[in-house]
């Protein structure tokens, strides 16, 4: 079992540009939530997926999309980035009928 | 609002002392509490969890408190090693597997 896997590990962009996170959730589990994790403090909640439909979402503007797949990877968009969207991006995976979370070992985006 | 906070944002121990890592929540409404430890370049790493129906939960070497009087959250580690050095973060699900995190706390074990 590999676990949560995401892609790439990391990631430098320019201030304006789009850029697309991936996340494999670990085997079995059927529900998809991102975080946002700043240098320094805990994750934040960004969205959680289900059923390849967005079943939360937490205070992020809509610069901030996702997507699931029928075979329950997911997607992180973001658009038009700033300098505030470095951070490291964490995916967690997690059975809907279950609260225990797995997280992989996420993406770095660092803004120039 | 919903928040988690950490008393202490950095813990040095010496190794084989007990460590205290304690927490503060807000939401009283939340039944499910989750400590997890994150290492240099890391996901956070699941550890211990607690419901609210409990007070105490034991694992190896690990014991989660609950006070729900005070919505205060602890995570005790039994004879620290130094491979117990990381950040670590109480995390409180505030519904639907929406976990609100606290900063973190940063322990350091001393050989």
């Known amino acids: 079992d590999a676990g949560v896997t995401q892609s790439p590990t990391h990631l430098i962009k320019t201030r304006g540009q789009q850029v697309t996170l991936r996340c494999s959730p670990k085997s079995g589990h059927d529900t998809v939530s991102w975080y946002q994790q700043a240098l320094g403090q805990g994750p934040q909640f960004i969205f959680q997926y289900y059923e390849e439909e967005e079943r939360q979402r937490g205070n992020f503007p809509d610069r901030f999309s996702g997507h699931q797949f029928p075979n329950y990877s997911s997607e992180l968009n973001v658009n038009a980035l700033l300098l505030g969207d470095s951070a490291l991006y964490l995916c967690?995976?997690?059975?809907?009928?279950?609260?225990?979370?797995?997280f992989g070992p996420g993406t770095r985006l660092t803004v120039l | 609002g919903e928040s988690v906070g950490l008393h202490l944002p950095t813990l040095s121990v010496q190794e084989g002392d007990n460590s205290i890592i304690n927490c503060a929540y807000s939401n009283s409404a939340s039944d499910y509490f989750i400590w997890y430890k994150q290492e240099s370049g890391k996901g956070p790493q699941f550890i211990i969890d607690?419901?609210?129906?409990?007070d105490k939960r034991q694992g190896q070497r690990v014991t989660v408190l609950l006070n729900k009087t005070v919505k205060h959250l602890s995570l005790q580690i039994a004879a620290t090693q130094p491979g117990d050095s990381a950040v670590y973060f109480c995390?409180?699900?505030?519904?639907?597997?929406?976990?609100?995190f606290g900063a973190g706390t940063i322990l350091r074990v001393k050989s």
């Open positions: 607690i419901r609210s129906n409990m």
């Open positions: 967690a995976s997690s059975l809907a009928s279950s609260n225990e979370q797995f």
């Open positions: 995390a409180e699900n505030v519904g639907g597997n929406k976990l609100v």
